[in-house]
Each structure stands twice: as structure tokens, then as C-alpha cells.
């Protein structure tokens, strides 16, 4: 290929497309490393990580498709914070700056972001960056019920994790020191060192076989073209605004209350969450970064789902929320469990959206916000272990077919291997089945949450950490489609523990779990009488709900 480097404008579209397309690539080969050498089973099974290529600007260029969503498009943020404490012309070949920070990352601490530089034939073209949920960060562990950051875990300042090479012992040190889980962790951060250096290997290879100097040109050409498409996409929503509410359990008396109003104006969008709850003193709180991160991504998936995300498809989506509420909250504010209130915008913009185009929304997900359970303490032979059931509800109904069951959504972490899981911790997971009857009823039926049940094997009382929500606010249907079943949660002797806060699960506790279903889309009565049978010879549903819901005997 012959392409000039300085000028966006050489690319024809089939070579653009191609190079596209390589790029993409990369990136998802460096998600390939991560995966292949991580020593966590978060990372390795869980799909709770992201990589991205970017260019020398800390644009993304390309990111990993089946990384977590909101990592991609926080990361070329984070690199630009990056940037301002370490100009671009003070990085060699080597470096590497980390951060947790979560007003300048992934808004919680156990999110670890590594950015290193990519030189070709001596000169810096571009940043490779990963994000992974590390398997400790000291303090509380992954909960919901501390009232400052400070209690969460510790904070790392974008620092050298390694210096042309070298590893900055001192702060290695530091975080090996402060962590239950020290192996895990420096094994992790190495596989995601590893994982930057591929992505800056391959960039290289791809300049030299593309006969580029640099992708100044290419990235300026990507970005453009990801711009239009997102904007023709914007143009075909209606002119106007359109508001939306949601409602979430919260944090005991503090109730989470979600006001969403979308300006729509030509090939601009944004969204506006003036009238949000006020920022809280527990782990709820969605830093910027994350709110805009999970307010763009649903937007991009309802109106430009086909192509490939880099910053262009960010750039005509504007999102704003009132410092100190729980979207946008004041440093120091606790956000450790953030998804909690941060997964629960895809479904109130696209209660908002329905109103202008209903054909290209889903129904509000069980699934969001995610429920998690956090088991933490020794196992059998005395060893440390931390460990976290990752296991979804349903999606909510489409207009055109039923929601996905035990299904992640917005986020896309899934459990993985209940194998795994078991294999490095004193817990046997006796039950994990679709749960009958809680997708809500609609034209198209919600997804099913699911059961799972979870017994402690260790000799040990260990401690529990629960971060769930939908207890008593289910995932909502539209259009006339019914809400899906509420989530629940109980010991095996009958007692009901806080739904976001640390407690002990006893030798021999089972611990039950029944994740909320997905929303229904449109009028039960609409639903083709087919389904409704298929639905209970299937065990979907029971004939007693096929009665009640769809008046179907």
C-alpha cells in the first residue's frame, strides 16, 4: 500500500477500510496477551478489562471489541492526565505511567490503567494503554458501604511503573505492600504491561508494511470518518428533548433518583442529568468519566452499532451533570461499587430516546445494574484468596426479538468458568439455573434472570462482600411491556443480609441469589401465541404466569 502520511485525505475508502481494520486488530491481539498471561480469574474469565491503541495525541485510534465498553472510552482521558504531568517529548522508549485515580481513570480504585509510548524508527507515534479490575487493592475490597475513598483501597497518582525498562521498585513495592494478594497482583500488572508492548509491536510492524511514518494522517482520517457516521446517525433522531426519570434502591434511606433529559439539536446530542440525586457518602458515586463513558456507549449502540468506536464517535455526544451529585461527585467521595448507580443509564436514555425512536431501544436490564459477590479470606489450607461471582440478569426486550438471558448489559463481564472459580477457592457452587417467570411479559419478553447458590467450604467464616440493587425498583419495560422479577438475596437459614454492605458468610452457609429479569418491550397482548407455549414447555415461564400475564391459558 501506498499512503502519505501527512494528509487524511489520501486515503480511498477501500485502503481506509483495510487499515481499519489491521488496527482493530491490534488492539484485540493486545487484549490476547492480557487474557493469555493474567493471573486472576477477573481478567482471564470475567472479561473485566479493555485495551486500546491511540495516537501520539492520546486519540484513540482503535479499540479491543470484546473488552468492557466504558474502559475504552475513559482510557485516552486518563492518557491526556498523563500527558500533562509527563509532556510527550519526556517519554522513551520503555516507560510506563499507572494510575487508579478515580476522578482521572475508571472512577474506583481497583481499576489499574498502564499507558506506555510507541516509538517507530526513534520518533513517538502513538500510546498502547490497558485497563484490568485488579483482584485486590487493599482496604475495603470491592464493596459498597464505605463512607470515604480513603477507606477503599489505595490510591496510585499517576507515577513510572517502569522507567525506560525498569521497574520502579519503590512503588512496586508500595502497592505489593498494601494488598492481601500480592502474586495476583504483579501478575496481572504484568500481563498488562505485556499486553502494551504487543499492541506497540504490531503498531510498528503495521507502519513498516503500510510504508507510513507515522499514523498522524491515518488517525486524523479514522477519527473523521467515525465522526460522520456517528453524526449521520444523530440526524436521524428528531430535533427536541426528551426526559426521562429512574429510580434505584440506593444505600438504605438514600435513594437513587436519575433525571435525564436529551437535547437533540441537528448532528449534536447531549445529555443532561440536572436534577440527579446528590452525591452520597457510600460507594455509589459514578465519577465523570464514567458517567459519560456509560451515557455514550448506549448511545452509540442504539444509533451506530456497526462501526468500529475510536474518539470521532465520541465527539458530537456532549454529557453533563451538576458537581456533587452522585453522577459528577466532589474528591473524596466513596465510589468503590459506581456500577451500581453507572449501569443504570443505558436504561434511563433509552426510556428517554423511546419517545423519538422506539424502534432502536431495549427495555430496561436486570443485568444493571450488575449484582456481585465478593468471598474473601483463607481456604482450607490456610491460603489467601479473594474471589468474585460474576453472573448476570436479563437484558430487556428489543422491538424485534426477547431480551437475552442472564445477559450483561451495558457492561459485558460474565462469569466465566464456575470451574475456575471453584478451582481457587473454598466454595462449591451447587446451583446456577435460569429463574422461571422473571422476565417481564411484553409483545417481546424480557431476558431471565437466574440461580445461583453458593456454599462456603472453608473450615472459616469468610467474608462477604454483596453489591446488588433492583431489590425493590425492578428493570422496567416500554411501550407497554411489564417490569421483570426483583433481585434476591438470602442465607440458607432463612436470614437476608444488607444488599450493599460486608458481612460473613459461616463453614457450611449457602448463600441463595435470584438476579433481577430483564424488562418487557410493547403490549403482552400482542405476543404471538406461539412463543407464550414455547415459553412454557421451556420452563421460561409457568402457566400460571402465561395466564396472569398474557391471559393465555
Known sequence: MNATPSSSDQFDPVTLEILWSRLISIADESAAALLRTSFSTIVRESNDFGTVLMDANGDSLSENTGGIPSFSGILPRTLKHFLAKYPRETWKPGDCVITN??????????????????????????????????????????????????????????????????????????????????????????????????????????????????????????????????????????DGRYH????????????????????????????????????????????????????????????????????????????????????????????????????????????????????????????????????????????????????????????????????????????????AFESISPLIVWRKEYRTDSGGAGKYRGGLGQECEIENRSDVPLQLSLLSDRWRHPAMGVLGGEPGATSEIRFSDGTIPHQKSRTQIAPGMRLHMRFAGGGGYGEPSERDGGQIRDDVKNGYITKAAASRDYGRS
Request: charged share 20%; glycine share 10%; with cysteine.
Open 101 to 238: 485515580d478515580p476522578w482521572l481513570a475508571t472512577g474506583h480504585l481497583p481499576d489499574i490503567t498502564v499507558a506506555m509510548p510507541i516509538f517507530f524508527e526513534g520518533k513517538l507515534v502513538g500510546f498502547s494503554g490497558s485497563i484490568a479490575h485488579s483482584p485486590d487493592i487493599g482496604g475495603s475490597l470491592w464493596s459498597a458501604d464505605c463512607r470515604e475513598l480513603f477507606e477503599e483501597g489505595i490510591r496510585i497518582p499517576p507515577m513510572k511503573f517502569l522507567r525506560e525498562g525498569k521497574p520502579n521498585q519503590d512503588l512496586l513495592d508500595m502497592i505489593l505492600g498494601n494488598v492481601r494478594l500480592p502474586d495476583q497482583v504483579l501478575g496481572d500488572l504484568n500481563a498488562q504491561v505485556t499486553a502494551n508492548q504487543v499492541c506497540g509491536k504490531r503498531l510498528a510492524e503495521f507502519l513498516e508494511d503500510a510504508r507510513l511514518a507515522n499514523v498522524e494522517g491515518l488517525s486524523r482520517a479514522l477519527q473523521t470518518r467515525a465522526e460522520s457516521a456517528m453524526r449521520n446517525a444523530i440526524e436521524t433522531v428528531p
Open 244 to 419: 426521562a426519570t429512574l429510580d434505584a434502591d440506593g444505600f438504605d434511606e438514600d435513594e437513587t433518583h436519575i433525571e435525564c433529559t436529551i437535547t437533540v439539536a441537528g448532528s449534536d446530542l447531549t445529555v443532561d442529568y440536572a436534577g440527579t440525586s446528590k452525591q452520597i457518602s457510600r460507594g455509589l458515586n459514578t465519577v465523570m468519566n464514567y458517567t459519560y463513558a456509560y451515557s455514550a456507549y448506549p448511545i452509540k449502540c442504539a444509533l451506530d452499532p456497526r462501526t468500529p468506536r475510536n474518539e470521532g464517535s465520541y465527539r458530537p455526544i456532549l454529557v453533563t451533570a451538576p458537581e456533587g451529585c452522585i453522577l459528577n461527585p466532589r474528591y473524596p467521595a466513596p465510589c468503590n461499587a459506581r456500577q451500581l448507580t453507572g449501569h443504570l443509564l443505558a436504561g434511563v436514555i433509552y426510556r428517554a430516546l423511546a419517545q423519538a425512536i422506539p424502534d432502536l431501544v431495549l427495555a430496561d436490564c436486570g443485568s444493571a445494574p450488575s449484582m456481585r459477590a465478593v468471598f474473601n479470606g483463607l481456604d482450607r489450607q490456610g491460603n489467601r484468596f479473594s474471589q468474585i461471582l460474576f453472573a448476570s440478569g436479563g437484558m430487556g426486550a428489543c422491538p424485534h426479538k426477547d431480551g437475552l438471558s442472564t445477559t450483561a448489559f451495558p457492561t459485558n463481564s460474565g462469569a466465566g468458568s464456575i470451574e
